[in-house]
Structures are given as C-alpha cells and as structure tokens.
C-alpha cells in the first residue's frame, strides 16, 4: 500500500505562484510515474502534469510555460510549480503514483487539495 499526503493548496491572485507537494510513503517500488491531477465539480479528472523515475515530464497543452513538475526520488515527493495562476485554474488538485509489477499495475491519490486563483 502507498499513501499520498499532498499539501500546498490555497487562494492566490490572477498572475500569483503556488507550489503543491506530494510525499509519498509505504511500499514504493523503483520505478514509478508520479503526477498531478485536477478536477472541477461535475468534470471529468484531467492530467496536470506527470514524470517518470528517469526524470521525462509530460504536460497538459493548458499549463505549458507556466507549470512545472518536479520530484526528489530520496523523499519520495513530486512537486507542482504553478506560476502565472490563471482563474481557469482554479480546481481540486490530486497527486497521483503508479507502479508496475510483473503481474499488475497500481495506482494511488491523494486527498485533493484545493486551488482558488481569484481576486
């Protein structure tokens, strides 16, 4: 099992930086793919931002140029540097760790943590 504690969530203004944690801890394998998720009330999950063990990120068309992903293997963490805040992104956000044995895939979330860009 693998537990996601994410912080980091809170209101900013249009044009503000926020920057969004995710620890993970349990049994964690060397290889894994962390990423950020977001989802508005009555949408469907969308992917933010992930990256891989080797350190490869992929992002979301939305948030090129102004998010960053990030992950320190030692801590187990990914992080999520969002910069030029704009009110569109304004959702819950949710960490996101996959893993693959021989056997089968897992995937675990956090608890979502809350982004408001307003002013």
């Known amino acids: 099992q693998v537990y996601l504690v994410e912080s980091g969530g809170g209101l900013v203004q249009p044009g503000g930086s926020l920057r969004l944690s995710c620890a993970a801890s349990g049994s964690i394998f060397t290889i894994y793919t962390m990423g950020w998720y977001r989802q508005v009330s009555g949408k469907q999950r969308e992917l933010v931002a992930s990256i891989i063990s080797a350190g490869s990120t992929n992002y979301a068309d939305s948030v090129k140029g102004r998010f960053t992903i990030s992950r320190d293997n030692a801590k187990s963490t990914v992080y999520l540097q969002m910069n030029s805040l704009k009110p569109e992104d304004t959702s819950l956000y949710y960490c996101?760790?996959?893993?693959?044995?021989?056997?089968?895939?897992?995937?675990?979330w956090g608890q979502g943590t809350q982004v408001t860009v307003s002013s």
């Open positions: 996101n760790l996959k893993q693959s044995t021989l056997r089968r895939t897992d995937e675990y």
